[in-house]
């Protein structure tokens, strides 16, 4: 553990762990939750906080959003829950977006509100003496790791050099990822003057430069590991560790292939090339083998070898998706497609995903003769959706738990698109995508939700129409969920 103490009030304590199982029990955790799917999204962050806190953490939130005032923007926000538990009582739920990690401006913005909002929040309780925190945005949004240390640290220092941290004692920057760890901590003993060693020293700038442009590809490739899986996922899972793994020198990696070079550094493949590349000897810093002024070439490039992106073990071959041409290895397709046939990549959908949508529900369809506002010389589509009450499966969030039966109507204009949009809804339907099963964000309550595919439920007002933009909306919400 690195701790760095600003003063006798205040201290930064890092090092690499699950954010739900860390060396030291805070008061509050916090995770990252996207705003189109709040707890119904049972991925990374979301799902270890459902798993290890369990339904009350979502009836909680649940609750929070519905005390919020209509068209609130929740991007950026920061809603708070109890957990049930003594420690950690409080959950910090950041609300994030999807955003292209190219689009660095609104990246950066993003992160920035959120933060401060973060920051702000805390003050509101004076129990909170500590906080533990992971690099949000770099998980599933896969945002730029340098850019999210450096926002991080920029946010949480200006906000204690202002005298704004009233009531905090520590800050836990907890990751599950070693590399992560490292890049902070260097970070921060760059800015606090604590004399750190450069990455490279004994490279040409131009070389130090390209080194970090190679580190970052580096953090690029492994940036699925981080809190998209638990941490008994991930490569340390005893079960699946091989026992031949071993660590790479510099990015920390365990895995079962790594090159043992003259000094007696191990690396990865992926940091035997940065040495090729950069005719060096070795990674490491502080290393004698760099001194010696020969042009031995000390690594060898293996062209057989490829690295799967999501697990980073190495393999002869790896199996390239047809579409977009990524690449991953055969036991992270089928976990990874056995639920979503979805590359993890850049999400295009190999097929149509099976929902958790009740599988007795009716819908039916009518065209009717009166129009919707703004579509006064055309008929109206009238959709009804009808499901008995019932009991939840082993797909849903509560097993075994009785949910009540629902009955809901949408409406479309009867127009060419509408008509495409009807086929497009019942194929969804067919497919259990329509509906699911989570905490309703109007009611609080447990049971059939809409499942982010927008309807009209009104013919007019603030759930209806005019609004010449809804179908344009409901086509990509459907193609989000591969229907289309």
């Not at 060693?197 to 580096?218: F, S, T």
Request: proline share 4%.
């Amino acid at each position: 553990m690195n701790s760095f103490k600003l003063n006798n009030d205040f201290t930064l304590k890092v090092y690499t762990d699950s954010i739900f199982d860390c060396k030291l029990k805070c008061e509050a955790i916090t995770i990252s939750i996207f705003k189109k799917s709040f707890f119904e999204q049972k991925v990374g962050l979301v799902k270890s906080a459902a798993t290890t806190f369990g339904s009350n953490v979502e009836k909680n939130f649940a609750k929070e959003i519905k005390k919020l005032p209509k068209n609130f923007e929740l991007e950026g926000q920061c809603i708070v829950v109890e957990t049930g538990k003594k420690k950690p009582k409080y959950l910090f739920n950041i609300v994030l977006d999807f955003i292209d990690p190219k689009n660095s401006t609104k990246f950066e913005s993003l992160m920035k509100k959120s933060l401060e909002n973060f920051l702000e929040s805390l003050n509101n309780y004076s129990e909170i003496k500590s906080i533990a925190i992971p690099l949000l945005g770099t998980g599933f949004s896969s945002g730029p790791v340098n850019s999210s240390i450096n926002i991080l640290l920029d946010r949480v220092l200006d906000f204690h050099n202002k005298g704004k941290m009233i009531h905090l004692k520590e800050l836990h920057l907890v990751n599950i990822e070693e590399f992560k760890t490292q890049l902070i901590v260097k970070k921060l003993k760059e800015i606090l003057n604590e004399n750190a060693a450069p990455i490279a020293h004994n490279l040409e700038p131009q070389l130090i430069k390209k080194k970090e442009d190679n580190r970052d590809e580096l953090e690029c490739a492994c940036k699925l590991n981080d809190n998209i899986f638990q941490k008994e996922e991930n490569l340390h899972n005893k079960e699946n560790l091989n026992i031949d793994t071993k660590q790479c020198s510099w990015c920390k990696q365990k895995l079962k292939n790594v090159k043992l070079i003259d000094c007696g550094h191990l690396f990865c493949p992926s940091c035997c090339g940065d040495i090729k590349e950069n005719k060096i000897k070795c990674l490491i810093p502080d290393c004698s083998h760099n001194n010696d002024k020969t042009n031995i070439d000390v690594v060898e490039e293996n062209k057989i070898e490829k690295t799967c992106e999501i697990c980073c073990e190495i393999y002869d071959s790896l199996k390239v998706l047809e579409k977009c041409g990524h690449e991953l290895c055969t036991d992270c397709f089928k976990r990874l497609f056995e639920s979503k046939p979805q590359c993890p990549f850049c999400y295009t959908f190999y097929g149509i995903p099976k929902g958790i949508q009740p599988s007795d529900g009716k819908m039916s369809v009518i065209n009717e003769k009166f129009s919707l506002p703004g579509y006064e010389e055309f008929s109206t589509i009238v959709i009804n959706y009808r499901f008995p009450p019932g009991r939840q499966t082993e797909n849903h969030p509560n097993p075994g738990k009785n949910y009540s039966g629902s009955n809901r109507t949408a409406y479309l204009p009867g127009t060419e698109e509408g008509f495409k949009a009807q086929k497009l809804l019942e194929k969804a339907f067919e497919n259990r995508l329509i509906f699911t099963i989570g905490i309703s964000v109007t009611t609080g309550i447990e049971g059939i939700t809409w499942n982010d595919i927008h309807h009209k439920t009104q013919i007019r007002g603030p759930y209806g129409y005019p609004d010449k933009d809804y179908l344009k909306r409901l086509f990509e919400e459907l193609k989000a969920h591969g229907i289309e």
